[in-house]
């Protein structure tokens, strides 16, 4: 056999291009020069445009043109969103200082809720340490006796009792205070078919004292209201002293002040006679309320260097001129004495509170009412749910609420800072305060009054009612169509104020 021959192909080499080809080519891959008349220049991407002129002044800075609050006016308040005609709002809920009222319309929703609310009040609850005595004349609403056979007794609480007959059960007005704002949010839920119980385009909630606080985070859905309520009577039962010491009478009184009332206005001159300096002389007076909390704290180092026991602080802010002095008796009445010859404030009213809160007095029932409170479930805040303030720091709660909820007992309740933080900015970040039930009508006529003290030119917020336009004949039908409440008799009820 012949063997198999290979065959070998050779590569022949590259022929050098033509000078006329390599000319042609350097041509086309030569960048293009530009012309002697044409300046280009190219920046970083951090300047876009070149600098301006140092010289050139690019704007005026008249007043015309630097007058904020006039802008404002012209543009107006700010949406929450584009095309959004929802106002933003802000809930006003009252606390156990309010006047407490029925709520007028009943619907299956808020009959629900009073229900709920009046067999909380008497199942015991072992995991916060909530038991039910004092509440056995109540125990026969719920299990059909005591001839009425009526359910959802809470709702009835204060027809026909006095404001001093509803504070001598504190316990029990207290969680009727809450139940009632949780009823009427969800009686206005029903009639709009909205899916949340809070109104449309609300972004904070406001609640007067711990009640109001507490009711806040039930409507927001961080607490269920089964031991809202259950909190509420817990907190209106504390003791008033300590249990090893003799009870002590302890008063609070709403004072008003006199003079120069506005925190948030100039300060004026007065001219007065000082003994100390020359005549004519003419001393910037401070403002009534400073003035008011320096006679308190004069007061009070008087009571520490002698002993005897007496104490009393300013316990509320409610507002530039009112305030609520809490303490021993003795300690409020002499307060009060002094505050009148100094023609700084009058005593308005005197409320029957059960404890002497938001002193130092209170100072012992911290540590169980904190082991109550860390037993209690609080669920976190979602994204986008409102913000609850609080009334004693005057900021947001973040985080649990266990921490705020036990303030209440020893510390100021600052409420008119809290709002003041609101309404005061240049943007203000709502345009309607809602004042939820009958109950929270005083708070919304305080705010009104402050309101009216903003620059001219400020973005309007309005001060409405929520929850109190209702007929007395939607609460006759609705109860005559519930089985299992007892009809009332149609009677026109009046609103107290």
């Given at each position: 056999?012949?063997?198999?021959?290979?065959?070998?192909?050779?590569?022949?080499?590259?022929?050098?291009?033509?000078?006329?080809?390599?000319?042609?080519?350097?041509?086309?891959?030569?960048?293009?020069?530009?012309?002697?008349?044409?300046?280009?220049?190219?920046?970083?991407?951090?300047?876009?445009?070149?600098?301006?002129?140092?010289?050139?002044?690019?704007?005026?800075?008249?007043?015309?043109?630097?007058?904020?609050?006039?802008?404002?006016?012209?543009?107006?308040?700010?949406?929450?969103?584009?095309?959004?005609?929802?106002?933003?709002?802000?809930?006003?809920?009252?606390?156990?200082?309010?006047y407490p009222h029925t709520p007028q319309a009943a619907t299956p929703s808020s009959i629900a809720v009073w229900e709920q609310a009046s067999e909380a009040l008497l199942n015991p609850d072992a995991t916060i340490g909530y038991w039910t005595e004092g509440m056995e004349e109540f125990a026969g609403m719920l299990q059909g006796g005591g001839g009425h056979g009526m359910r959802g007794w809470l709702r009835g609480w204060v027809e026909g009792r006095s404001l001093d007959e509803l504070m001598a059960?504190?316990?029990?007005?207290?969680?009727?205070?809450?139940?009632?704002?949780?009823?009427?949010?969800?009686?206005?839920?029903?009639?709009?078919?909205?899916?949340?119980?809070?109104?449309?385009?609300?972004?904070?909630?406001?609640?007067?004292?711990?009640?109001?606080?507490?009711?806040?985070?039930?409507?927001?859905?961080?607490?269920?209201?089964?031991?809202?309520?259950?909190?509420?009577?817990?907190?209106?039962?504390?003791?008033?002293?300590?249990?090893?010491?003799?009870?002590?009478?302890?008063?609070?009184?709403?004072?008003?002040?006199?003079?120069?009332?506005?925190?948030?206005?100039?300060?004026?001159?007065?001219?007065?006679?000082?003994?100390?300096?020359?005549?004519?002389?003419?001393?910037?007076?401070?403002?009534?309320?400073?003035?008011?909390?320096?006679?308190?704290?004069?007061?009070?180092?008087?009571?520490?260097?002698?002993?005897?026991?007496?104490?009393?602080?300013?316990?509320?802010?409610?507002?530039?001129?009112?305030?609520?002095?809490?303490?021993?008796?003795?300690?409020?009445?002499?307060?009060?004495?002094?505050?009148?010859?100094?023609?700084?404030?009058?005593?308005?009213?005197?409320?029957?509170?059960?404890?002497?809160?938001?002193?130092?007095?209170?100072?012992?029932?911290?540590?169980?009412?904190?082991?109550?409170?860390?037993?209690?479930?609080?669920?976190?805040?979602?994204?986008?749910?409102?913000?609850?303030?609080?009334?004693?720091?005057?900021?947001?709660?973040?985080?649990?609420?266990?921490?705020?909820?036990?303030?209440?007992?020893?510390?100021?309740?600052?409420?008119?800072?809290?709002?003041?933080?609101?309404?005061?900015?240049?943007?203000?970040?709502?345009?309607?305060?809602?004042?939820?039930?009958?109950?929270?009508?005083?708070?919304?006529?305080?705010?009104?009054?402050?309101?009216?003290?903003?620059?001219?030119?400020?973005?309007?917020?309005?001060?409405?009612?929520?929850?109190?336009?209702?007929?007395?004949?939607?609460?006759?039908?609705?109860?005559?169509?519930?089985?299992?409440?007892?009809?009332?008799?149609?009677?026109?009820?009046?609103?107290?104020?």
């Amino acid at each position: 056999m012949r063997p198999p021959t290979t065959t070998i192909t050779r590569l022949r080499p590259r022929q050098p291009a033509a000078p006329a080809a390599l000319a042609t080519t350097a041509l086309a891959r030569a960048p293009t020069t530009p012309s002697s008349t044409t300046t280009r220049r190219s920046f970083s991407r951090l300047f876009p445009q070149p600098p301006v002129d140092p010289r050139r002044r690019a704007a005026s800075t008249s007043a015309s043109n630097t007058d904020w609050l006039a802008w404002l006016k012209k543009a107006g308040p700010l949406a929450v969103m584009a095309g959004d005609e929802t106002p933003r709002r802000a809930l006003i809920l009252p606390g156990l200082g309010s006047y407490p009222h029925t709520p007028q319309a009943a619907t299956p929703s808020s009959i629900a809720v009073w229900e709920q609310a009046s067999e909380a009040l008497l199942n015991p609850d072992a995991t916060i340490g909530y038991w039910t005595e004092g509440m056995e004349e109540f125990a026969g609403m719920l299990q059909g006796g005591g001839g009425h056979g009526m359910r959802g007794w809470l709702r009835g609480w204060v027809e026909g009792r006095s404001l001093d007959e509803l504070m001598a059960r504190a316990d029990v007005t207290a969680a009727f205070i809450l139940s009632s704002s949780i009823a009427i949010l969800a009686s206005e839920q029903e009639r709009s078919g909205s899916s949340s119980l809070l109104p449309k385009g609300t972004g904070y909630l406001a609640g007067h004292g711990f009640v109001g606080t507490l009711t806040a985070l039930v409507a927001s859905g961080r607490l269920d209201l089964t031991t809202g309520v259950r909190l509420a009577r817990m907190y209106a039962s504390l003791p008033a002293s300590p249990p090893l010491l003799p009870n002590q009478r302890h008063a609070t009184t709403v004072l008003s002040a006199r003079h120069y009332h506005s925190l948030s206005s100039p300060s004026q001159s007065v001219p007065f006679e000082d003994p100390f300096g020359e005549w004519g002389d003419v001393q910037r007076r401070k403002r009534a309320m400073q003035l008011i909390l320096d006679e308190v704290h004069a007061l009070q180092h008087e009571w520490e260097v002698e002993g005897q026991g007496d104490w009393a602080e300013a316990a509320v802010i409610n507002s530039s001129k009112v305030l609520s002095v809490t303490g021993t008796s003795m300690a409020v009445e002499q307060l009060i004495d002094r505050l009148q010859s100094l023609t700084l404030a009058n005593p308005v009213m005197d409320v029957n509170m059960p404890c002497p809160y938001h002193t130092r007095l209170m100072l012992h029932a911290v540590p169980k009412f904190a082991d109550t409170l860390q037993r209690c479930i609080f669920s976190h805040a979602k994204e986008g749910d409102p913000v609850i303030l609080d009334p004693i720091t005057t900021r947001n709660i973040c985080g649990s609420p266990e921490g705020a909820l036990l303030s209440h007992l020893t510390n100021q309740l600052r409420w008119h800072k809290t709002l003041t933080r609101i309404y005061s900015q240049p943007s203000p970040p709502v345009d309607q305060f809602l004042t939820v039930g009958r109950g929270a009508k005083g708070l919304g006529v305080m705010l009104r009054g402050e309101l009216k003290k903003r620059p001219a030119g400020a973005p309007p917020i309005a001060v409405d009612e929520y929850g109190v336009q209702e007929t007395h004949k939607a609460e006759v039908g609705a109860a005559s169509r519930s089985p299992n409440t007892r009809p009332v008799r149609p009677v026109r009820i009046q609103a107290r104020l």
